[in-house]
């Protein structure tokens, strides 16, 4: 029985990241063989173990067979006689397909260092297209290692799109289609993600809301780079250089759905794309396990974003309305991932990404002075409730039309 460090934990200590967690290789050993050990067992189609003191986790080497379409496709082998060279050789890039043994020699049948040193996510074998996850894992480590300059081979590439062109994506489940994209929206540059489905043709098939924005025109007054799609992509990367929440990412990401089907006649003008937007918004978070809170969070982005771009215009009463909507006195840690998704949209424009967004600040300014409005003073020997939420928003109404006086006058306000 051997035991190697594999995937991930030797791809990432010989890029010299911080390794988070370390997954392990047994060769040579039976299933009984672990619990006799004292490893517990959790592996459903093929055995993985826990350790019993680390809780790490180890599986028997294996080998893989295809035997239908999609990701559950496949027919496991684990028995004594499987090598770790069989074992890697079933992984999807090379830079995950190496192993470190117990005297610390590294095991690298396919290349895997020179790709970590080339900067390339290169595919294992033609194995590779058994698979459509590995579309959607490709475009992910494209995203995690963008920013160390990292490329997907070309041949790569081609095996992307013929997944996408033989139907074998058509399988992909909803499940495993967000998993891997809110795990590239949380990373540091989950545009590439996006660019990289599109490229081979995922993108369509997985996000067509999405996708159906690239080719759409804006006006160039506002959208130097007109296009709504790549307008898009601008977007989430600006988020996530304000951010590391995901959901205002994802929120960048579709807060202009409704561009996509604005009538040609109106073109290249978006009235009320507002509305649509959050409509599609409803419809993709109903295909795709999309938590609560990203969707809602995105939904008052495209309901509000361009209320939002124009605070300093608003009356009093239309400030308020926003502040109500987005719920900023009760949520105020939601209110600004609202105001952050909203500067990001505005500096996800070409020449304009290091623009100031005073209208955030006017807005934080807004609530403040409104919070500060006593309500249980106003509420002091009232019974009805109706009278005392009017008489609330009375108040706060006042407060905010003051306060709009006083920031024309004063810029810092």
Known sequence: ?????????????????????????????????????????????????????????????????????????????????????????????????????????LIDPYGGLRDLEQRKLRHVSGAFTEDPVRVLRVAKFAARFADLDFTIAAETRDLMTAIVDSGEADALVPDRVWKETEAALRGPSPQVYFQVLRDCGALALLIPEVDALFGIPQPERWHPEIDCGLHCLMVVEQAAQLSDAGEVRFAGLVHDLGKATTRRQDLPQHPGHERRSVKLIGKLARRLPVPAAWRDLAVLVAEFHTHCHRAFELRGSTVLKVLERTDAFRRPERFEKFLTACEADARGRSGLENRPYPQADYFRGAAQAAAEVNAKEIAAGLSDGGEIGTRIRLARLRVLEAYKRRSAHDPNV
């Open 1 to 105: 029985m051997k035991v190697y460090l594999v995937g991930g934990a030797v791809r990432d200590e010989r890029l010299g990241i911080p390794v988070s967690e370390r997954d392990w290789c047994v060769v040579g050993a039976t299933p009984e063989q672990m619990q006799a050990q004292g490893f517990r067992r959790v592996g459903r189609d093929f055995p993985v173990f826990l350790h019993p003191d680390t809780g790490e986790e180890y599986a028997l080497a294996r080998t893989e067979r295809k035997t239908g379409s999609g990701y559950h496709g496949f027919e496991f082998a684990t028995d004594p006689t499987v090598t770790i060279e069989q074992d890697l050789g079933r992984r999807d890039l090379t830079i995950n397909a190496m192993a470190i043994d117990d005297s610390g020699e």
